[in-house]
């Protein structure tokens, strides 16, 4: 079984950093990925960790912690069209793909 | 194509009628997935194809939907005798999947479906 948590709704200010927290719970855990959906868009991928440790791109960085059965994605210098839902996905090698609820992050000035 | 394509877009449709939603994924891309997304919720997982195997139906909601896919390529997702319940976006998505590494999964933009 597969169980994922993540907070529904995040706000932070314009400039600030913000970090959306997933956990895990999935037997066979290879990684796990982060998606952005802007309204009415379609989800596209944001990053994907296999290892321990953080990865960065560019303002967005993603942290993995295997033996935490946990991950975050940090989002700095925010921009108003970081306004969007990020979901958390854990990989479980040759099985399908499942997200979780998503975190909705508003961006205000 | 250059990415996935869905079709139609927008579909309304009266309760009890059948519909039919398309993808076409990336060319060369094994793996395929559809997913339902009502306002405002989450990515809720359908059906998934890889390569030859038999695909992973364990996320459809009922018998009154089903899903192929021919030629290891264009998929079709059917709703049979539509209910309003099953008013949201349909999502499909593709990916070259290799095993259990790194799955970079491409979405379509989606079929809002409503169903009156």
């Known amino acids: 079984g597969q169980s994922l948590e993540q907070p529904s709704e995040v706000t932070a200010v314009e400039g600030a950093i913000v970090q959306i927290n997933c956990t895990y719970q999935?037997?066979?855990?290879?990684?796990l990925s982060w998606y952005q959906q802007h309204d009415g868009g379609a989800p596209t991928f944001l990053s994907y960790?296999?290892?321990?440790g953080l990865e960065e791109t560019g303002r967005f960085s993603s942290f993995l912690s295997r033996s935490d059965s946990y991950g975050y994605l940090l989002l700095q210098e925010l921009q108003m069209k970081d306004s969007a839902s990020y979901f958390c996905?854990?990989?479980?090698?040759?099985?399908?793909?499942?997200f979780g609820k998503g975190t909705r992050l508003s961006v205000i000035a | 194509g250059a990415g996935v394509s869905q079709s139609p877009s927008n579909k309304v449709t009266e309760k009890g009628k059948d519909v039919e939603l398309r993808c076409d994924p990336i060319?060369?891309?094994?793996?395929l997935y559809w997913y339902r997304q009502s306002l405002g919720q989450g990515l809720e997982f359908l059906i998934y194809f890889q390569g030859n195997s038999a695909p992973d139906k364990s996320g459809l909601p009922s018998d009154r939907f089903s899903a192929e896919r021919t030629g290891g390529s264009v998929s079709t997702l059917t709703i049979q005798r539509t209910q309003q319940e099953d008013s949201a976006v349909y999502l499909c998505a593709s990916s070259l999947k290799r095993g259990a590494t790194n799955e970079k999964l491409f979405f379509g933009s989606g079929t809002q479906l409503s169903v009156l």
């Open positions: 996905a854990p990989s479980r090698g040759n099985t399908p793909l499942v």
């Open positions: 960790n296999a290892l321990d």
């Open positions: 999935t037997s066979g855990f290879y990684g």
């Open positions: 060319s060369g891309h094994t793996a």
